[in-house]
């Protein structure tokens, strides 16, 4: 079947560390993969996606890189800032239906 | 052009009871997708509709069951809720279900005592 598996929580992080978010994928065929952020009282917001093996995606200072050999789309970043204080959420999409990890939630300290 | 909104956004109720959520698409989006959100499970995906038909169905028993209506607001039912049921649900929409991003609104928050 299909699943994401995204490392657990909680994470916290001093203002300008460098952060990664490991993720890994089950899945039938070539899905498309996404992050997804979602900050306190909002909806997830799509933060950025690769549609293919060894496309990166990236947005907001935030990379990530569609690794199909090691089925793994691990989110990193150079710098933290406060505000990127959020739940990070890996996701895939196949056949019409997205699959959400569990989410990793980030707490960045100035 | 305004986001996705659901409504309400807050909501109390007692087991045995049913619920009705709402959600508005953006503007021109006719798919529209709902996720259970839980700390424990992440979200996990109920349905998907599209032009008033349900195209894809989740893992979830029939308590939980939706509609979309011709203007493309959808709706989603939970009857005989229990404790378990307790969640943030969000809703999402896209332009067709082949469009690959969703966007998101900002989820009701069902509370089941």
């Known amino acids: 079947g299909n699943s994401v598996t995204q490392m657990e929580g909680p994470v916290t992080l001093s203002e300008e560390a460098f952060l990664t978010i490991n993720c890994t994928y089950t899945?039938?065929?070539?899905?498309?993969l996404f992050w997804y952020v979602q900050y306190p009282g909002e909806g997830l917001q799509l933060l950025l996606k690769?549609?293919?093996?060894?496309d990166k995606g990236s947005n907001k200072g935030f990379e990530a890189t569609y690794r199909k050999e090691t089925t793994s789309f691990h989110l990193e970043k150079g710098s933290v800032q406060v505000s990127d204080s959020a739940v990070y959420f890996c996701?895939?999409?196949?056949?019409?239906?997205?699959?959400f990890g569990t989410g990793t939630s980030l707490t960045v300290i100035p | 052009k305004a986001g996705v909104t659901q409504t309400p956004r807050y909501l109390i109720k007692t087991r045995g009871q049913q619920v009705t959520l709402s959600c508005s698409p953006i503007?021109?989006?006719?798919?529209v997708s709902w996720y259970q959100q839980t700390p424990g499970q992440g979200l996990q995906f109920l349905f998907e509709?599209?032009?008033?038909?349900?195209?894809n169905k989740g893992n979830f028993p029939g308590r939980f069951s939706g509609r979309q209506f011709s203007n493309s607001r959808s709706e989603m039912n939970v009857s005989t809720l229990e404790l378990g049921d307790s969640a943030l649900y969000l809703c999402?929409?896209?332009?067709?279900?082949?469009?690959?991003?969703?966007?998101f609104g900002p989820g009701t928050r069902l509370l089941v005592l």
């Open positions: 999402a929409s896209s332009p067709d279900p082949n469009q690959e991003t969703q966007y």
């Open positions: 899945a039938t065929g070539y899905p498309s």
């Open positions: 690769a549609t293919k093996a060894d």
């Open positions: 996701a895939l999409r196949r056949g019409n239906q997205f699959y």
């Open positions: 503007s021109g989006h006719r798919s």
């Open positions: 509709y599209f032009s008033e038909t349900q195209r």
